[in-house]
Structures are given as structure tokens and as C-alpha cells.
């Protein structure tokens, strides 16, 4: 059993915001377990907490801005970078400004001042977020594709290609935590093309930016005056030359794909706004914090799911996932009377299906159901219900695609609280007894862990 970990000590470090140019002070505490990360600004009289979640996210312009009404912090991905990547389950950050010192771009320094805290155990048990199935996110104007597949463990694998030919395409993958992190990816820095350096500028960002906490690549030619503008902009104490390796003023790299590396960086530090750690093989072609932030929000709202099912029952285990296009492949109802959105667990030892329905305004019983007060249709409920039980039925008997199952009974049905638009529904059915053809369930439907309706039923399978 793993343990959850925070910080022996409090540790301070200084130095100047890269977006904002504030010079700032942050401030890593010790934090109880199930803490998580969460940011306190000490410069400002209202002491708002900021947890690092994805609920939470207002801009991603350039770096990842977490807020609460007019309070934000700027930037935070490389911080929650140097904690994940210590397997530091929670912390306390305070501020003295609205973004973290930039340093050299990396999450080194965060690092080496995380690491002279020291790092001690909890007494409670660190919880994981294990992917069972392949979740998929695509952006395809921007090339984006983000997906993590089941895997007992932690793994990482980064391609960026922006269709550059300064930069080209660059690949690099992470496959031990504890081992790589430190010593391959926390000194990646950041990165940035000669050709939006000024643009960035322009919108109030990079103040704080300097050759000494970024990688800046020539992807244009440069006038004499451009690089004047340049040494300006980068706060260069010497003048700004095109160099020999493709980066301006020569700049040497710590690694060949130190781009590819500080996106992956990037990446640990924006999943953490997951909220708990994964265990999933993460593969990502041209990730950046908007597709990052996209894609942690797909899997947090399946975390929730998952740990609101377990609130249910706390002792399943997933064993097989169906997704509505396999589902229609079961049943032959479609809309509006396909009531099932997704089955998340099939026990063929136990004989038991759970399924879930999104339960949105846009159903079309509501516009004739109670209109000024939507309420779903109680019988509608036990129709799911048995949509439900017929999959699961339809997972036990030979030639599926040649079967029908009727319902031929219902028993004892009791409805217990209104459905309404908002409500995930459970369902959660227990095969009893199976004889002649004839199936007999326990069928229970739940709202946030709450029963809404219940029912015995019976079903009978008949060809097609």
C-alpha cells in the first residue's frame, strides 16, 4: 500500500514572474492528506485558497492561470510539475504575487528547494485514478491528439511537431517517475519561435522573459533593428545574435529534444489538475496547455464518475465497459427511446451490470412531462433499467444479434425521489435467477449514491 507524501518543512524561494514581470516569493508548506495542491496569494488581504483543479482554470494564454473570482495565479504548470514529479500528494503554495518566479524555465528549482525540504510519509493511503478503458481526446484543426490507455502504472510519450522546419519534430517518453524525472525532464526549459517573440510582448506577456529562462529558435531572418528590439524584449544585458545551433545568441541545450522534453514536463504539471494521480500510458502528439487542460477535464468527469459509483459500491470492480455505439450494437431501440448512455461494469461472475444515463433538458419527455417543473417519468426509469438488464443478458446467451428480450414482468416497483434534469443516473442490476429462457433481476437506479427507484423484473428472450 502506497503511502500519500507532503514536505517535511516549509521552503522559500524568490525571483521575477516570466508572463508578468512581478518579482515574487513562493512559499511550499507541509498540507494534510487528501490536501492535494492548493495556492494561497499572501500579498492580497483576502486569503482565497485556489485548489489545483480544472474547475478552477480561467486562461491558458501562453501557461495555465488557475482563479477564483478577481484572485488568480499565473503559470503554475511548472510548480505542479516539481510536485508530481516528486510524487508529493500535498502541499500548501503561498505567493507574494500573481505568478511564480520563472527561474530557468524548468521545474529544477522548484525541485531542488522541494527536495531540501525534505519528503516524509502519511498515514493515509495514496489513491489512484486507473484507467480501465482507452480515452481518446482530438483537437483537429490544431493536430492535437491526447490518449491514455490501461497500464498499471505511470508513463508519458510526447511527439511535437508545429509544421516548423526550424524546430522539425521531436519525440521523447518518460517510463520511470521515480528514476527519470529528476535527472531528464525537470531541467527541460521552455521554448519559444524568434517569430512570436514580439507578439507575445505586444499582448503583456514574456515581462519577465530573458535568454536565461527561455530557448527562443530562429525561424526568420533578423534585421540589425529586429535584434535591437530583441535584446529589449529578452532583458539582454549584451546584444541579441543569430547563432550556429538554430538558437538565438547560441544558446547550448541541455538535451537534443529539450522541446519535446519541457512539453512533457508541461504535461505532468497540467495533469495534475486531475486531481489525483493516474495510472495510464499517456501517449500525446503536439499537446499544449488548451488541449492539456480539454483532456484533463474528459478524464476528471470520469474519475468523478467512477468514484461516485464506488460511494455506491464500494467494492466493485470494473471488469468490462461499454460505450453507447456497442450498446446500440445490443439493443434495438434508438432515440428518443435508447435510455442507456454507457455501461461501465459487466460481472459475468456475479451475474451484474451497472450502466449510467446523463439525464439533460434536451430530453424529449420533458417538453409534455411537467413542463414548469421537469421531472423524468418514473416508468421511463424502469425502461432504462431494463434496457440495462437486457445487455446484460444479451452478454450471457449465444447469438446475441439473433435474440430479442421482452420484459414480461415488473414486481414491487417503488420510486423513491424526482428525476430531474442535471441527475447522473446509476443503474445497477443483480441477475437472481435464470430459468427456462426466463431472467429474473434486482433493479435498483441511484442519483449522488441516493436510491430514486427500484424494481423486480423479469425478462424473456425470444428470436428475432
Known sequence: MEKQ??????????????????????????????????????????????????????????????GIGNVKVHTVEHVLAALAGLKIDNCLIELSANEPPVFDGSSMAYVNALLEAGIEEQDAEREYFEIDETIDYKNEEKFVEIVALPLNDYRL??????????????????????????????????????????MLYDNGL???????????????EVTPNELGNLAKIMNLNTTAFVGTNGYLNNIQLRYKNE??????????????????????????ARPGHASNYEFSKVVRK????????????????????INIEEIMGFLPHR?????????????????????????????????????????????????????????LIFNMVENPEKKLAFFSSINNAKFRKPVVPGDQLVFDLQLTKSKFGLFYFNATAYVDSQVVAEAELQAAIVDR
Open 157 to 198: 510519450t510526447v511527439m511535437i511537431d508545429y509544421f516548423n522546419p526550424a524546430l522539425g519534430s521531436q519525440h521523447t517518453g518518460l517510463f520511470d517517475m521515480g528514476k527519470e524525472f529528476v535527472s531528464e525532464f525537470a531541467p527541460a526549459r521552455t521554448f519559444c519561435f524568434l517569430n512570436e517573440v514580439e
Open 302 to 321: 470520469k474519475y468523478l464518475e467512477k468514484k461516485k459509483l464506488n460511494k455506491v459500491h464500494p467494492q466493485r470492480k470494473t471488469t468490462t465497459s
Open 5 to 66: 507524501r507532503t514536505i517535511k518543512t516549509s521552503v522559500a524561494l524568490s525571483g521575477i514572474g516570466l508572463h508578468t514581470g512581478n518579482k515574487s516569493t513562493i512559499t511550499f508548506h507541509p498540507a494534510p492528506p487528501n490536501y492535494h495542491y492548493k495556492f494561497i496569494r499572501t500579498d492580497i488581504d483576502e486569503k482565497v485558497e485556489i485548489p489545483a483543479l480544472v474547475d478552477y482554470v480561467v486562461d491558458l494564454s501562453r501557461g495555465t492561470t488557475l
Open 335 to 391: 432515440y428518443p427511446f435508447l435510455l442507456v448512455d454507457r455501461i461501465i461494469e459487466i460481472d459475468r461472475q456475479k451475474n451484474r451490470i451497472i450502466g449510467l444515463k446523463n439525464v439533460t433538458m434536451n430530453e424529449e419527455f420533458f417538453q409534455g412531462h411537467f413542463p414548469g417543473r421537469p421531472v423524468m417519468p418514473g416508468v421511463l426509469i424502469i425502461e432504462a433499467l431494463a434496457q440495462t438488464g437486457g445487455i
Open 206 to 220: 514574456i515581462k519577465g522573459g530573458s535568454l536565461d529562462s527561455a530557448l527562443v529558435i530562429i525561424d526568420k
Open 259 to 284: 522541446p519535446a522534453r519541457h512539453k512533457l514536463l508541461d504535461m505532468i504539471g497540467d495533469l495534475t489538475l486531475i486531481g489525483v494521480p493516474l495510472k495510464s500510458q499517456i501517449l500525446a
